[in-house]
Structure formats: structure tokens, C-alpha cells
């Protein structure tokens, strides 16, 4: 075996040094001239930094790294699981990942990659749809794990895009300023086939992290005309690309009040295509409008992802609560030990998903370890349904706590900061820790960065409709119909014929 290097391991530096490549991205009507300083995508970059180093740390060095055959020290976010090991390995890995971001950064380095993955995993469809786009999969792995890329994930369209009825190729608009152009398609679509890769104009959502990550994957929808049908990569910068973000919701100083909400945001954005080219060696898939029926299966591991990173997170939220109580006292009342108690159920209910669907995990066709699906959408509608009501509890256990915060600059004033210790003296925890624990339980339920959070576990990687109508389709009976039709003395395969016929399609039936 070749001495091992580590030279493909990017540091933090590294990765911000890499975000500085002149791409287009607006913020309130300016254009931003460097992601990794401004107040609007700073934090989140170094967020990201910070994982970056991990991968250098002694002590996780070898959670968030492996080493390949070859004796290359490779990020491990782009290793593909073949054993159950190795899937075990990616959960520490997401886990170490979560805990770093408290679980709040839904698209950590390993998230999309994990989509990517999906495509390894299931490399025999793309092969039976596109044979000469396949290879194209396994080289783009290579090439991401080589420059240690982190990617957003662009599936969603613009709800505007259901107007693309409207819209025909070549069709001119009058635009302010700006004369009469050629009008974008409302729905992502290939504008331009060439030998050499596709042009594609239009525009794509909500694309968290993209504007500071290095690349994306694009992933349209089902039930589309094959030119709005591709699967392909790019990178953030190019030419043609404009990356629109959302208002920031984290607070650009640091501040003890709110210890989460002013670390730094992922960043959400609108994404537009001014006629990118795309190199045919980054594409995936063309012109297969059925392939992304297959997305509950590609999708699993990058489902199964944020249901590790929810597990996480509940847990905090049960440490969370469980300072609340002591910090005022509460613990005698059995109303609160109940709704403790409900957050607990909420974690342990999480975890046992998570371990279920790793302990199901498959081998696929293409060779490639896979957690189970059933658990994993199922545990992803529990981690959903759960949410809110979970963040509810918190918010109740902590009364008028949260809402009653104080600046560090009230404490520091001569005066007044003697008598605020005081007064604020939590039952267990001294004015200033009480005032930082209120302001993370703020952070979490009730402000503007906790609410996009909450939108962020209701709608990424789809809504809980749709995960249903998945769950409805994925989840195999044909066992249980078998066995009550005989304990009933039925004909067997008359009756089992409908959840035989399901199980065969195995694909969501929404339209
Ligand atoms: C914070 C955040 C981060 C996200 N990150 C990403 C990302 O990184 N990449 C990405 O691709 N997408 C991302 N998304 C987008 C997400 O995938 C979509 O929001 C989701 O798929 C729902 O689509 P929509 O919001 O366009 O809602 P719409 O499709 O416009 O639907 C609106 C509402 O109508 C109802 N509805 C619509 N259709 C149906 C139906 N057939 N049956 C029943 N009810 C229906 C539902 O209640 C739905 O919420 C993110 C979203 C959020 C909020």
C-alpha cells in the first residue's frame, strides 16, 4: 500500500479560500463580493470551517476522514458505505457533525453528498436510462471527495413554475431598463442539447447552503416533458448563474442573549439559470422524466441524514429542558415532568428510527450499503409530526423565561448590573447563565432564526404529505394480507393481488 497523504483533506481556510470565486450572488438588491465576510452568510461559512478543521483534529480525525486503498486520507462525507461498517461510520460521522452545529445546520457537509451517494447506490437505473452518462457518477465521487466539495441540493421549483403552461420557447419579453429579451422558462429546463453538454435556463429554490458551498446537483421533478428532465452537477460560479439570497435571520454580532441565532445561518436562496452550460462529463440523467419516481430509494441516505441530525437534536432538546426545570425549580410539578417526559419519547422515538434503519440497511444492485427505507420515512414523518409540538413543550416549560432577556451591556452597566444579578437569580443557576440558557430556548421557539428552522424540518427534502404517499407506497403487506386472508379462509391470491401489485410499483402514486 502506497504511505498515506492527506493532501485531499481541506482545512477551514482552504474551504473559505475556495468560496472566493467570483460568483454571483445578490443580497437586498447588492451584489456580494465575498461570501466568507458577509454578515449575511459569514456565520454559516464558518460553521462550516469549523467542520473543515475537524477533519485535522486528532481527536476526530478519523471519524470525518478515511483512508482509501490507495493510502489517500479522504473526507469521509463522500465515502461510499459497502458494509454495514461503513455505514456506521457515516452515522458517527453525522452525529459528530450535528453535535458541532447543535443540530441546527440541516446541510452539513455530509447531507447533500449523502444525495450523491444515492446516485452510486442506485447506479444501475441511470445506467438502464442513460448507459453513456452513467460512468459520469463514480468520476464526479471522485472528483468531489478529491477537492472535498461541500453541495446544495436543488430539487424544488418556484411555485411560480406552475404557470409554465404559459410559456413557449423563444418567446420575447418587454423587462424596465432592459428592452426586449428572451423570456426564461418558469420551470428548469434544457434549452440547448450539444455534443459536448446541455444549456439550461430557468430557475431552481430554496437550494440551502449553495451560496456557500462550492457546487450543487440539480434534480427535477416527476411528471415533467423529458427537456425539464436531467440530473447534473455544476459549480456555484458558473457563468450564467445567479444566486439570490433570502433576508438573514441569524444576528451578525455575537451575543450571549442568543447564543445560537448569532453563530450564523445556512443560507437559503433563488436560484437563476441564464442559459448555464453544463459539461456532458456533470451530467447524470436526460431526458427521464420517470427517474425521480425512483428519489424515495436515492434519497434515503441523505433522508436518513437529517433523521441522524434530528435524533441529535432532540437530545439537546432534552438537556435543554432538563436545565429549564432546574433553573427554575419546576421539577415538583408533575405537569412539567409529564411534557419532560414527551421530549424524551421524542428523542428515544427518533433514535429507535435511526438504528432500525440502519439495522435494516440493504446491499443494492450497484453494491452499495443502504439504510432502510421504511424506517427511514417513517421516521422522518415522526420526526415532522413531532416538531412543533416538541418545540411547543420547550417553549412552555420555560414560561416568561425566554422573552425576558437582558443585554450583556445591562450587566456591565455599573448601576444596574449588580441589582440585575440579582433579581434574575434562576433557582439553580446564577442571572447571567439563566439569561444565556432563555435566550437559546428564544432562539429555538421563538425567533425569526428557531421559525425558519421549524420550516426547515416541515418542508426540506419534501413535505410530510408527500413522505406519507411514499410511506404508502414503499411499506411492504403483502405478508400481513397473505396471513389474515388464510386465518380467514379467503382466497389468498385474489386478495393479496392489490398490495401485490403495490409492492411490485413501490413508487409514490402522487401526480
Ligand atoms: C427552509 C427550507 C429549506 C429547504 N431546502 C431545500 C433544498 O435545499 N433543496 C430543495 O430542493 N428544496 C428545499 N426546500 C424546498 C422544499 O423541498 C419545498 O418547500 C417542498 O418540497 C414543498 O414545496 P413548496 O414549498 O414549493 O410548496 P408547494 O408545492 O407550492 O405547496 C404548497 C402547499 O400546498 C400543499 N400541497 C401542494 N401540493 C400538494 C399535493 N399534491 N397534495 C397535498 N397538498 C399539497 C401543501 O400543504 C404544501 O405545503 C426547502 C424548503 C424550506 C422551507
Redesign the pocket.
Known amino acids: 500500500m502506497a504511505a498515506e497523504t492527506d493532501r485531499f483533506v481541506k482545512t477551514g481556510s482552504d474551504y473559505k479560500a475556495s468560496l472566493r470565486d467570483g460568483r454571483v450572488v445578490w443580497y437586498s438588491g447588492e451584489r456580494i463580493g465575498d461570501v466568507t465576510t458577509h454578515p449575511a452568510t459569514a456565520g454559516g461559512v464558518q460553521w462550516l470551517a469549523d467542520l473543515h478543521d475537524l477533519q485535522h483534529d486528532a481527536e476526530h480525525r478519523d471519524t470525518a476522514t478515511y483512508v482509501r486503498p490507495d493510502g489517500e486520507r479522504v473526507s469521509r462525507t463522500w465515502q461510499i458505505p459497502r458494509t454495514p461498517d461503513d455505514l456506521r461510520a457515516r452515522r458517527e460521522l453525522t452525529e459528530l457533525t450535528s453535535r458541532r452545529t447543535l443540530g441546527f445546520f440541516g446541510?452539513q457537509l455530509d447531507n447533500i453528498a449523502f444525495t450523491m451517494i444515492g446516485l452510486a447506490a442506485y447506479e444501475h437505473l441511470f445506467r438502464r436510462s442513460n448507459p453513456e452518462l452513467a460512468d459520469n457518477i463514480l468520476r464526479y465521487i471522485r472528483h468531489a471527495e478529491e477537492k472535498n466539495i461541500v453541495l446544495?441540493?436543488?430539487?424544488?421549483d418556484p411555485?411560480g413554475a406552475r404557470a409554465k403552461e404559459k410559456w413557449s420557447l423563444g418567446e420575447r419579453v418587454a423587462v424596465d431598463g432592459h428592452g426586449d429579451i428572451e423570456r426564461l422558462p418558469p420551470l428548469l429546463r434544457v434549452v440547448e442539447r450539444r455534443d459536448d453538454g446541455i444549456v439550461i435556463a430557468g430557475a431552481?429554490?430554496?437550494?440551502?447552503v449553495l451560496p456557500q458551498a462550492q457546487e450543487m446537483i440539480i434534480i427535477t421533478q416527476p411528471f415533467v416533458a423529458p427537456e425539464e428532465s436531467f440530473w447534473c452537477a455544476l459549480p456555484a460560479n458558473a457563468d450564467g448563474v445567479h444566486i439570490v439570497l433570502r433576508q438573514a435571520v441569524s444576528r451578525p454580532e455575537p451575543t450571549r442573549e442568543h447564543p445560537l441565532a448569532s453563530r450564523g445561518e445556512e443560507m437559503?436562496c433563488l436560484i437563476i439559470f441564464d442559459n448555464v452550460f453544463v459539461p456532458i462529463e456533470r451530467v447524470f440523467s436526460l431526458g427521464d422524466p420517470a427517474l425521480p419516481l425512483e428519489y424515495g430509494d436515492i434519497g434515503a441516505g441523505e433522508h436518513w441524514h437529517t433523521l441522524i441530525r434530528m435524533t441529535v437534536k432532540a437530545e439537546l432538546l432534552v438537556a435543554l429542558t432538563q436545565m429549564i426545570i432546574d433553573a427554575l425549580g419546576t421539577t415538583k410539578v408533575a405537569k412539567v415532568r409529564e411534557l419532560a417526559a414527551d421530549v424524551i419519547l421524542y428523542a428515544q422515538g427518533l433514535r429507535a428510527f435511526t438504528t432500525a434503519a440502519e439495522n435494516s440497511a440493504i446491499v443494492t444492485e450497484s453494491g452499495v450499503a443502504w439504510p432502510g427505507v421504511d424506517f427511514v420515512t417513517a421516521g422522518r414523518v415522526f420526526g415532522i409530526e413531532q416538531y412543533g409540538r416538541i418545540i411547543e413543550a420547550v417553549r412552555e416549560l420555560a414560561g416568561q423565561g425566554p422573552l425576558m432577556l437582558f443585554s450583556d451591556a445591562d450587566f456591565r452597566q455599573p448601576e444596574l448590573g449588580p441589582l440585575l444579578t440579582q433579581v434574575v437569580e434562576g433557582f439553580d443557576m446564577v442571572s447571567e447563565a439563566k439569561n444565556a440558557l432563555m435566550g437559546l430556548v428564544w432562539d429555538i421557539t421563538s425567533d425569526g432564526y428557531g421559525m425558519?428552522m421549524d420550516?426547515?424540518e416541515r418542508?426540506?427534502?419534501?413535505?410530510k404529505?408527500f413522505l406519507k404517499e411514499r410511506l404508502f407506497g414503499e411499506y411492504d403487506r403483502v405478508a400481513g394480507v397473505e396471513w389474515l386472508a388464510e386465518f380467514l379462509g379467503l382466497p389468498v391470491d385474489q386478495v393479496a393481488e392489490p398490495a401485490r401489485r403495490l409492492a411490485a410499483r413501490r413508487k409514490p402514486m402522487?401526480g
Open positions: 446541510r446544495a441540493g436543488l430539487i424544488a411555485q431552481k429554490i430554496v437550494g440551502t437559503d425558519r420550516y426547515f418542508l426540506n427534502g419534501y413535505p404529505f402522487l
